[in-house]
């Protein structure tokens, strides 16, 4: 009888080309991650996909690795593509890192927001949402961005969750306030033995988590060993008896005085408020307030443009 046997497949030849980008950029995509909640793998892959692994005209002349486009609100330098009859006008950057740091902020519009749902982890959500939400045209978009992560193993750069901080048992944040007094010794003596059970996102450098069925705001400040006012003020609650509903994006920590540059106007759609774009953008509402000379009790209606700082 004859034997048979298996050859193994051939190894997946690897670009030494992609391995030093990869190299040269993981530790500013993994910033990125903690600190505007981007997938570590997805910030990697689009930069390699849309940069050709940064040898690309817009990344070598431009220091532009994720094909951003001008867009009518960027105030920095250009760079065009293009002829005379027809060209397209791309954001210019001083370094490649502000190029990363751009991508995250532009992935914070409102037409990505869902894709903060999903954990930083799921790296075949992000990357189909990316497509969905109209990233880019090109319809294997996110099938091109699956492949990258996975021959070259970029999930391995992926953190659980931005906090990095977070523990089954309470570990001091200093970015977080925490401030439970003496009377509340016993509760948070419970805490230690309790699992978080809200994912940390991370928005512009301030932390928030989305509200489940049956939080309150007193829960909530008992997870994150805050005073339940505390959080009411972070998020500009001023009656008692409201609780956030299923779906609400809840600060942990003040939020600001105004948006990050380029961020500077917002139109309101049908059934939002002042609040709601507040806690959207993590503004605070009395800087929103004063930003568009609104009293209190005034609101807003769809079609109004919003300063944001």
Request: glycine share 6%.
């Amino acid at each position: 009888m004859a034997l048979t046997c298996a050859l193994p497949a051939p190894a997946q030849r690897l670009s030494s080309r992609f391995l030093n980008y990869i190299d040269q950029y993981k530790e500013i995509a993994v910033k990125q991650a903690q600190e505007y909640g981007v997938p570590a793998s997805i910030t990697l892959a689009q930069g390699l996909l849309e940069s050709g692994a940064g040898q690309s005209y817009l990344a070598r002349a431009g220091n532009n690795h994720f094909g951003i486009k001008c867009h009518s609100r960027w105030k920095g330098e250009s760079i065009s593509v293009g002829d005379e009859t027809s060209s397209t006008c791309y954001r210019q950057y001083r370094n490649a890192e502000e190029s990363f740091v751009d991508h995250a902020r532009f992935l914070q519009q409102p037409r990505y927001r869902n894709l903060y749902k999903l954990k930083l982890t799921d790296y075949k959500s992000w990357a189909r949402g990316l497509q969905s939400c109209g990233y880019a045209e090109n319809q294997s978009y996110a099938t091109l961005l699956i492949s990258l992560i996975e021959k070259y193993r970029l999930f391995q750069y992926d953190i659980d969750q931005p906090l990095v901080a977070r523990r089954k048992k309470l570990a001091p944040d200093p970015s977080i306030g925490h401030d439970l007094d003496d009377e509340q010794q016993a509760q948070k003596d419970l805490l230690k033995r309790v699992e978080f059970l809200h994912h940390v996102h991370r928005k512009w450098n301030l932390h928030y988590i989305i509200a489940i069925k049956g939080d309150t705001y007193e829960t909530i400040a008992l997870e994150f060993n805050l005073k339940p006012e505390k959080l009411r003020e972070f998020n500009d609650i001023d009656d008692e008896s409201l609780v956030p509903a299923t779906g609400d994006r809840v600060w942990v920590e003040p939020k600001a005085k105004a948006t990050p540059e380029h961020f500077d106007y917002y139109t309101v759609r049908k059934g939002e408020s002042l609040w709601s774009v507040s806690q959207e953008f993590g503004v605070r509402l009395k800087s929103l307030m004063k930003l568009n000379d609104i009293k209190r009790g005034q609101d807003v209606a769809a079609g109004d443009q919003i300063k944001l700082r």
